[in-house]
């Protein structure tokens, strides 16, 4: 089954179907993205995690269409945004905005942050005359908790956590519906990242954002996401609600990527089972199953075809032909506490 079927409540703000991006066009090209389907709903935060290299920007990227994709269909409110000719790409353009990893690689130093702003609204024809614009400007530093005189200072005078902030303004700048947030956090100090993580839960409720949140942290993911995908050599290993993903993880992979996160959880699978060994190349990816070399519990069968993302229960989705791995109750939990929550559920 595929999991863009799983939207039963609201039809997906964003549809990707079957996307593939492969880099290079020889023998070997790199398969940053190799065949990845899901669906966001609006309102909805999607947390794409997995190991660096897994394809995680790539398909942030393609959404947006800031790279060209391979294969597949990228649908945003069911029109297919490789399909868009300028006009109309330039005008969906507005609706979806990016918020770079590096807050210090993404602002132009030279540009004060009101001109930067106002660079981002006068490209989307957002505020008409300069005191439309100085208002916009002023109510965007506002909201992601920055002052309106700050509009007159340049990038270099903040530091990395507002630099961060900025960056958000500037995605807001255009009225988006659909935000990627790329790594927003990892390029600031553990000690302001709370604040930026802050700041995009409260957006997120206020504005009614949608967002693609990418990062390798899975305490923050846990935190922000309404749902996950793991993602593992540019394919979808799981697919499932945040706390169902975190509580019941059915992959392999998933189970040795919470395994190998260091805050103690009694709720984690006690397989401590750590990665071992390098991602293998995207070039030149294993047969079957991508995640088979590095699997503990892999078998001969794993080599010979592309496990199915199947449904092993509403919503949650697992690439894993070991279907005698799959665990109805998480592990560590006593009779008593599983009997009690069934109920509560109920
Ligand atoms: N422009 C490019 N040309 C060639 N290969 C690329 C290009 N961009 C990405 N890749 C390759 O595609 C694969 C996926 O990269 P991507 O950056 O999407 O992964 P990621 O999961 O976001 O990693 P990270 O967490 O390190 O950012 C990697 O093997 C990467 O080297």
């Given at each position: 089954m595929n999991p863009t079927n799983m939207t039963t409540a609201a039809a997906p703000l964003i549809e990707v179907r079957g996307l593939k991006k492969y880099f290079g066009t020889g023998e070997r090209p790199v398969r940053a993205?190799?065949?990845?389907?899901?669906?966001?709903r609006p309102g909805e935060t999607l947390g794409l995690v997995g190991e660096s290299g897994s394809g995680k920007s790539t398909i942030g990227r393609t959404l947006l269409r800031l790279v060209e994709r391979t294969e597949g269909e990228v649908l945003y409110r069911g029109d297919d945004i490789g399909k868009l000719a300028a006009g109309p790409l330039r005008r969906l353009r507005s609706k979806l905005q990016i918020i770079f990893?590096?807050?210090?690689?993404s602002l132009?130093?030279?540009?004060?942050?009101?001109?930067?702003?106002g660079e981002a609204l006068a490209t989307h024809g957002l505020a008409k005359g300069p005191g439309e614009r100085e208002r916009r400007i002023a109510e965007l530093l506002e909201t992601v908790g920055l002052?309106?005189?700050?509009?007159?200072?340049?990038?270099?005078?903040?530091?990395?956590g507002q630099r961060q902030r900025i960056g958000v303004a500037r995605a807001l700048a255009v009225e988006p519906e659909f935000i990627v947030a790329d790594e927003p956090l990892s390029a600031l100090d553990v000690s302001i990242q709370s604040q930026v993580i802050n700041l995009l839960a409260d957006l997120r409720e206020r504005l009614s954002l949608t967002m693609l949140f990418i990062s390798h942290d899975l305490d923050v993911v846990e935190y922000l996401c309404d749902r996950v995908v793991v993602l593992y050599l540019?394919?979808?290993m799981e697919v499932a609600e945040t706390r169902e993903l975190f509580e019941r993880p059915q992959h392999p992979y998933t189970r040795a990527l919470l395994a190998a996160s260091p805050k103690p959880d009694p709720l984690v699978p006690n397989?401590?089972?750590?990665?071992?060994?390098?991602?293998?190349?995207?070039?030149?990816?294993?047969?079957?199953?991508?995640?088979r070399t590095r699997c503990p519990h892999a078998i001969?069968?794993?080599?010979q075809t592309v496990p199915p993302l199947d449904e092993l229960s509403a919503g949650h989705f697992s690439a894993c032909i070991r279907k005698d791995l799959i665990q109805h109750e998480p592990p560590g939990r006593s009779q008593g506490?599983?009997?009690?929550?069934s109920a509560e559920v109920i």
């Open positions: 993205v190799d065949d990845v389907s899901f669906a966001i990893q590096d807050p210090y690689a132009n130093p030279k540009m004060r942050i009101g001109a930067i702003l002052r309106p005189e700050h509009a007159s200072r340049f990038p270099h005078e903040f530091s990395g540019g394919k979808v397989e401590r089972v750590a990665l071992k060994g390098d991602i293998p190349s995207p070039m030149a990816p294993p047969s079957g199953c991508v995640f001969e069968a794993c080599a506490e599983t009997v009690a929550r």
